[in-house]
C-alpha cells in the first residue's frame, strides 16, 4: 500500500472513529497467540494462486501439450474454432503439406506465422515467450484441436 | 418437443477515486460489530504479523483440504487473530491468499482436528516502496481496479475500455499482453464486433464508434505495446472491519475453460450450475465437495454447445437456455432426462438468443424481446400474453416478483429498466444514467426491482414511487452483471473486476465489500439461500469455481 494511502486511511480512520466517539485502543503490538515457534515461509511464488496459474497458462500443466492446449483456446480459439467461417482450421494442419503461405508445415514456419500474425491476425511475439510457443506448437502437432464437449479437466478437483 | 436421452457422467482519476474508496471502506468498517455467528468459529484460529511485529488485520487466511481440494477462507481481525468454522480432521494446506505486499506463505502437510491454535504466521514485506513492483508473481494478484489504477492513461481512455469490454472477461486476460498497434486493432475489432463471447459470427458495423474503437487501440498500444513496462502497482485497501466478519468457501469444478455461468440451488441444498461454453452442466454437494455432471445432449451441427441462464424451480425440475443454439431445456434429475423446447428467435445459430428468463409461481416463463414482455408456456415456447413496450427493444436480464405480479429487467442495449404491473397491465420504462448498464437483477420484499448495472450502478426501480434510485459501487472500476435480494431486503451482487463481492443495505445506504480470495470475482448470476441466519450467498465464477459467502453478522 502507498504511504500516502496508508498515512490517508490512518488519519481518516482516526478522525471519523474519534468523532464517532467509538475508537477503541490501538491494536496491540505483542501478539498473545498460544502459538509456539513462529511461522515464516516465504516461497517466492504459490501456485495455490489460482490466477498465479491463470497469468501463466499454467492451469492445466506447468509445460508441454497440455498447457499449450490452454494457450491455444486464450489465444487461438477464438478464431480459429470448429464453428467460425473467417479463419482457417488447424485440426490435421501438420498432416498438410503447406500452409496458406505455401510455406512447408514444420515448428519453425508454425512458430514464425504465430509470431509474426497475418491478415487478420495479430502478431504474437510481443506476448508469447518461446516457452509458450514450444508448448502451443506441441499441442497444434500432436492434439489439435479444441472439443467444447471434452473440456480439458481440472487437475485441482480431486472430490469423488 | 420430445425427450432426449441424456446421460449423466462423473467427471490521477486513480486517487480522487482511491479515495473516495476508501471513505466507502471506512464507512462499511464503521458498522458497529456484531456477535460473530458461532456456527462460523470454533476452529484452528491464529494470528498473522507481519515480519516487524505489526499484527495485519484483513489477511485472509486459508486452509485447503486435501481430500477434497475444498477451500476455506477467514480473515484476521484488527488485532492480528483469525478463526475457522469448525473443519473436518484431516490434512490441509495453510496459505495466505492474495498476499500482495507481503511475500506468499505456503505451509503445506498441516493436521488439523479440533479448535487447536495454529502457530503465529509472520509475513515479510516484498518491497519498502510504496507501490508493488510489477513481477508476474504481484501482477497477478491484481484486481482489474488495480491494473486500472496503476497504468498511465486518461480517464477517458480507461472509460473507453470499461465501458466497452467488462463483460465476457477479466480485465488481467487484456493486461498481461503485448502487441503492436495493429495487433490490437485485430484483436480489439474481433472482440467488439464478434457476436457474444464465442465472437463466432462476425457483425462489420460493430458494436461501437469506429473512432472510439481507434482510440482504446491506441491507449492499449501505449501503454501495453511491445515495449511497454508494467507498471508499478497501486493497491486498494486490504478488508477492514465487517469486511473481516466472512468465512468464503470455494469449490473446484471438475472441467477448466467451460465459462462457469448462472447459480441455482435446490431444496436439498445442492448448488447447480451452468457452463456457457461446454456441453456439460453441474450439481454441487456442499456437504462433500463432490460435483455430479450431467451431460446437455449434442446440439446441431456446426452449433457450439452451452447453457446460459439455469434455474432450479420448486419441484427440483432444472431449466436452462442454450445461448448459442437457442432451446430452452428441462432436466429431471431423478431421471437424467433432458427435454428440449426449440426457442424461436430471429437471431442466427452460434449468436446469443437474447438475454435471460424467469419462472412465475405457475411456471410459465417470462422475457422480453421484440418489443414485448411475454409469459410463454414452458413446455411449448409459446405466449400466453404479451405487454408491448414503448421505448425498449427488450430487457437482458428478467425477474418476477414473488407474488408473480411485477416482471422486471434491465434494457438492452440501452441504459433502463422495465417493470411491468401485470395487475394493471401498466408498462415502465425509465432510464437510467448513461453506461450504467443495468443487466440482471431481482425484486426485494416490497416489489421493489434491483439491478447490477456493468457500469459499476446498483439501480432500483422503487414501484410505490415509480422512479429511479441509483448507488454507485465505492471501488473503481467495479462493474456488476447482476443483483440479488435477500430475505432482509439487503441486495448482493459480485463486483466484477474489483475482486469484491458487494453487500448493501439500502435502509442504511452502507456498502459492506467483501474481498474475495481470488482477485477477479466475475460473477453471473448469485444464488442466495435464505435458510440460514445470516443468509448464504453463492455464485460461480465465470473462472470456474463456485464460491459460498458466509456472513457473521
Given at each position: 500500500?502507498?504511504?500516502?494511502?496508508?498515512?490517508?486511511?490512518?488519519?481518516?480512520?482516526?478522525?471519523?472513529?474519534?468523532?464517532?466517539?467509538?475508537?477503541?485502543?490501538?491494536?496491540?503490538?505483542?501478539?498473545?497467540?498460544?502459538?509456539?515457534?513462529?511461522?515464516?515461509?516465504?516461497?517466492?511464488?504459490?501456485?495455490?494462486?489460482?490466477?498465479?496459474?491463470?497469468?501463466?497458462?499454467?492451469?492445466?500443466?506447468?509445460?508441454?501439450?497440455?498447457?499449450?492446449?490452454?494457450?491455444?483456446?486464450?489465444?487461438?480459439?477464438?478464431?480459429?474454432?470448429?464453428?467460425?467461417?473467417?479463419?482457417?482450421?488447424?485440426?490435421?494442419?501438420?498432416?498438410?503439406?503447406?500452409?496458406?503461405?505455401?510455406?512447408?508445415?514444420?515448428?519453425?514456419?508454425?512458430?514464425?506465422?504465430?509470431?509474426?500474425?497475418?491478415?487478420?491476425?495479430?502478431?504474437?511475439?510481443?506476448?508469447?515467450?518461446?516457452?509458450?510457443?514450444?508448448?502451443?506448437?506441441?499441442?497444434?502437432?500432436?492434439?489439435?484441436?479444441?472439443?467444447?464437449?471434452?473440456?480439458?479437466?481440472?487437475?485441482?478437483?480431486?472430490?469423488? | 418437443?420430445?425427450?432426449?436421452?441424456?446421460?449423466?457422467?462423473?467427471?490521477?482519476?486513480?486517487?480522487?477515486?482511491?479515495?473516495?474508496?476508501?471513505?466507502?471502506?471506512?464507512?462499511?468498517?464503521?458498522?458497529?460489530?456484531?456477535?460473530?455467528?458461532?456456527?462460523?468459529?470454533?476452529?484452528?484460529?491464529?494470528?498473522?504479523?507481519?515480519?516487524?511485529?505489526?499484527?495485519?488485520?484483513?489477511?485472509?487466511?486459508?486452509?485447503?483440504?486435501?481430500?477434497?481440494?475444498?477451500?476455506?477462507?477467514?480473515?484476521?481481525?484488527?488485532?492480528?487473530?483469525?478463526?475457522?468454522?469448525?473443519?473436518?480432521?484431516?490434512?490441509?494446506?495453510?496459505?495466505?491468499?492474495?498476499?500482495?505486499?507481503?511475500?506468499?506463505?505456503?505451509?503445506?502437510?498441516?493436521?488439523?482436528?479440533?479448535?487447536?491454535?495454529?502457530?503465529?504466521?509472520?509475513?515479510?514485506?516484498?518491497?519498502?516502496?510504496?507501490?508493488?513492483?510489477?513481477?508476474?508473481?504481484?501482477?497477478?494478484?491484481?484486481?482489474?481496479?488495480?491494473?486500472?489504477?496503476?497504468?498511465?492513461?486518461?480517464?477517458?481512455?480507461?472509460?473507453?475500455?470499461?465501458?466497452?469490454?467488462?463483460?465476457?472477461?477479466?480485465?488481467?486476460?487484456?493486461?498481461?499482453?503485448?502487441?503492436?498497434?495493429?495487433?490490437?486493432?485485430?484483436?480489439?475489432?474481433?472482440?467488439?464486433?464478434?457476436?457474444?463471447?464465442?465472437?463466432?459470427?462476425?457483425?462489420?458495423?460493430?458494436?461501437?464508434?469506429?473512432?472510439?474503437?481507434?482510440?482504446?487501440?491506441?491507449?492499449?498500444?501505449?501503454?501495453?505495446?511491445?515495449?511497454?513496462?508494467?507498471?508499478?502497482?497501486?493497491?486498494?485497501?486490504?478488508?477492514?472491519?465487517?469486511?473481516?466478519?466472512?468465512?468464503?468457501?470455494?469449490?473446484?469444478?471438475?472441467?477448466?475453460?467451460?465459462?462457469?455461468?448462472?447459480?441455482?440451488?435446490?431444496?436439498?441444498?445442492?448448488?447447480?450450475?451452468?457452463?456457457?461454453?461446454?456441453?456439460?452442466?453441474?450439481?454441487?454437494?456442499?456437504?462433500?465437495?463432490?460435483?455430479?455432471?450431467?451431460?446437455?445432449?449434442?446440439?446441431?451441427?456446426?452449433?457450439?454447445?452451452?447453457?446460459?441462464?439455469?434455474?432450479?424451480?420448486?419441484?427440483?425440475?432444472?431449466?436452462?437456455?442454450?445461448?448459442?443454439?437457442?432451446?430452452?431445456?428441462?432436466?429431471?434429475?431423478?431421471?437424467?432426462?433432458?427435454?428440449?423446447?426449440?426457442?424461436?428467435?430471429?437471431?442466427?445459430?452460434?449468436?446469443?438468443?437474447?438475454?435471460?428468463?424467469a419462472v412465475d409461481p405457475e411456471g410459465f416463463i417470462w422475457k422480453a424481446r421484440e418489443r414485448k414482455v411475454s409469459k410463454v408456456a414452458?413446455?411449448?415456447?409459446?405466449?400466453?400474453?404479451?405487454?408491448?413496450?414503448?421505448?425498449?427493444?427488450?430487457?437482458?436480464?428478467?425477474?418476477?416478483?414473488?407474488?408473480?405480479?411485477?416482471?422486471?429487467?434491465?434494457?438492452?442495449?440501452?441504459?433502463?429498466?422495465?417493470?411491468?404491473?401485470?395487475?394493471?397491465?401498466?408498462?415502465?420504462?425509465?432510464?437510467?444514467?448513461?453506461?450504467?448498464?443495468?443487466?440482471?437483477?431481482?425484486?426485494?420484499?416490497?416489489?421493489?426491482?434491483?439491478?447490477?448495472?456493468?457500469?459499476?450502478?446498483?439501480?432500483?426501480?422503487?414501484?410505490?414511487?415509480?422512479?429511479?434510485?441509483?448507488?454507485?459501487?465505492?471501488?473503481?472500476?467495479?462493474?456488476?452483471?447482476?443483483?440479488?435480494?435477500?430475505?432482509?431486503?439487503?441486495?448482493?451482487?459480485?463486483?466484477?473486476?474489483?475482486?469484491?463481492?458487494?453487500?448493501?443495505?439500502?435502509?442504511?445506504?452502507?456498502?459492506?465489500?467483501?474481498?474475495?480470495?481470488?482477485?477477479?470475482?466475475?460473477?453471473?448470476?448469485?444464488?442466495?439461500?435464505?435458510?440460514?441466519?445470516?443468509?448464504?450467498?453463492?455464485?460461480?465464477?465465470?473462472?470456474?469455481?463456485?464460491?459460498?459467502?458466509?456472513?457473521?453478522?
Open positions: 500500500m502507498r504511504p500516502c494511502t496508508a498515512r490517508w486511511m490512518a488519519a481518516a480512520i482516526a478522525a471519523i472513529l474519534a468523532a464517532q466517539g467509538i475508537c477503541r485502543e490501538a491494536a496491540a503490538q505483542e501478539a498473545a497467540s498460544a502459538g509456539a515457534k513462529p511461522e515464516s515461509s516465504a516461497p517466492i511464488r504459490d501456485n495455490y494462486q489460482r490466477s498465479l496459474e491463470t497469468y501463466e497458462f499454467k492451469k492445466s500443466a506447468a509445460s508441454g501439450p497440455e498447457r499449450g492446449r490452454e494457450i491455444f483456446y486464450y489465444k487461438c480459439w477464438f478464431c480459429h474454432n470448429e464453428y467460425t467461417k473467417q479463419a482457417p482450421q488447424l485440426t490435421g494442419l501438420f498432416k498438410r503439406e503447406t500452409l496458406l503461405s505455401g510455406l512447408p508445415v514444420n515448428d519453425d514456419t508454425v512458430k514464425d506465422r504465430i509470431r509474426n500474425g497475418g491478415a487478420g491476425m495479430a502478431a504474437y511475439k510481443y506476448t508469447l515467450s518461446e516457452a509458450d510457443l514450444n508448448d502451443l506448437v506441441s499441442f497444434v502437432r500432436d492434439k489439435c484441436c479444441w472439443d467444447s464437449d471434452a473440456p480439458p479437466a481440472n487437475p485441482r478437483y480431486r472430490a469423488r | 418437443m420430445a425427450p432426449i436421452s441424456g446421460h449423466g457422467s462423473r467427471q490521477g482519476r486513480g486517487v480522487a477515486r482511491l479515495m473516495a474508496g476508501v471513505a466507502f471502506v471506512l464507512l462499511s468498517a464503521m458498522v458497529p460489530p456484531a456477535q460473530a455467528d458461532a456456527r462460523l468459529q470454533g476452529g484452528p484460529k491464529g494470528v498473522v504479523k507481519s515480519s516487524k511485529g505489526e499484527l495485519l488485520e484483513g489477511m485472509m487466511v486459508q486452509l485447503i483440504a486435501q481430500k477434497n481440494a475444498v477451500r476455506t477462507t477467514v480473515y484476521t481481525n484488527a488485532d492480528g487473530r483469525y478463526e475457522f468454522p469448525a473443519l473436518d480432521a484431516g490434512t490441509y494446506t495453510l496459505r495466505i491468499a492474495l498476499p500482495r505486499e507481503f511475500k506468499p506463505f505456503v505451509k503445506e502437510q498441516v493436521e488439523i482436528k479440533g479448535p487447536a491454535a495454529l502457530a503465529d504466521i509472520t509475513l515479510e514485506y516484498v518491497t519498502d516502496s510504496d507501490l508493488l513492483p510489477p513481477r508476474p508473481e504481484i501482477a497477478a494478484q491484481m484486481t482489474g481496479s488495480e491494473w486500472l489504477l496503476s497504468l498511465s492513461g486518461t480517464g477517458e481512455e480507461k472509460k473507453l475500455l470499461t465501458n466497452n469490454c467488462n463483460w465476457c472477461h477479466s480485465y488481467q486476460q487484456i493486461f498481461r499482453n503485448h502487441y503492436d498497434e495493429a495487433g490490437w486493432g485485430k484483436i480489439v475489432y474481433r472482440m467488439t464486433h464478434g457476436a457474444g463471447s464465442p465472437l463466432i459470427n462476425i457483425n462489420e458495423r460493430g458494436r461501437w464508434d469506429g473512432n472510439e474503437e481507434a482510440r482504446l487501440v491506441k491507449w492499449l498500444a501505449r501503454v501495453r505495446g511491445p515495449d511497454s513496462k508494467d507498471p508499478s502497482f497501486v493497491t486498494l485497501p486490504r478488508p477492514q472491519g465487517r469486511q473481516t466478519r466472512v468465512v468464503i468457501t470455494e469449490y473446484e469444478l471438475p472441467r477448466l475453460e467451460t465459462a462457469t455461468h448462472d447459480v441455482s440451488g435446490d431444496s436439498k441444498g445442492n448448488l447447480w450450475y451452468s457452463t456457457h461454453r461446454s456441453s456439460y452442466v453441474g450439481r454441487l454437494d456442499p456437504r462433500t465437495g463432490a460435483v455430479k455432471e450431467f451431460h446437455v445432449p449434442p446440439v446441431g451441427e456446426g452449433v457450439l454447445p452451452g447453457t446460459h441462464w439455469i434455474y432450479v424451480d420448486k419441484n427440483d425440475i432444472v431449466w436452462g437456455s442454450e445461448n448459442w443454439a437457442h432451446n430452452i431445456w428441462r432436466l429431471d434429475p431423478k431421471t437424467e432426462q433432458f427435454t428440449r423446447i426449440p426457442w424461436k428467435v430471429r437471431e442466427p445459430a452460434n449468436t446469443p438468443m437474447g438475454g435471460n428468463y414452458a413446455l411449448t415456447g409459446e405466449p400466453v400474453i404479451g405487454y408491448v413496450l414503448k421505448k425498449f427493444a427488450g430487457t437482458y436480464g428478467s425477474a418476477m416478483s414473488r407474488d408473480g405480479r411485477y416482471f422486471g429487467g434491465g434494457a438492452w442495449p440501452r441504459d433502463g429498466v422495465v417493470v411491468v404491473d401485470t395487475k394493471t397491465a401498466e408498462v415502465f420504462e425509465p432510464d437510467t444514467s448513461p453506461r450504467s448498464g443495468p443487466a440482471r437483477g431481482e425484486f426485494d420484499g416490497d416489489n421493489n426491482y434491483w439491478s447490477g448495472g456493468r457500469g459499476g450502478m446498483l439501480v432500483k426501480f422503487d414501484t410505490s414511487e415509480k422512479r429511479i434510485h441509483e448507488y454507485r459501487l465505492p471501488t473503481p472500476y467495479a462493474s456488476m452483471y447482476s443483483a440479488q435480494v435477500d430475505k432482509n431486503g439487503e441486495v448482493w451482487a459480485g463486483e466484477m473486476h474489483s475482486g469484491r463481492y458487494l453487500r448493501f443495505n439500502p435502509k442504511t445506504v452502507a456498502f459492506t465489500e467483501y474481498v474475495l480470495p481470488e482477485p477477479y470475482g466475475i460473477d453471473r448470476e448469485t444464488w442466495i439461500d435464505n435458510s440460514t441466519d445470516p443468509v448464504t450467498v453463492w455464485y460461480v465464477d465465470h473462472e470456474g469455481w463456485l464460491v459460498r459467502i458466509q456472513p457473521m453478522d
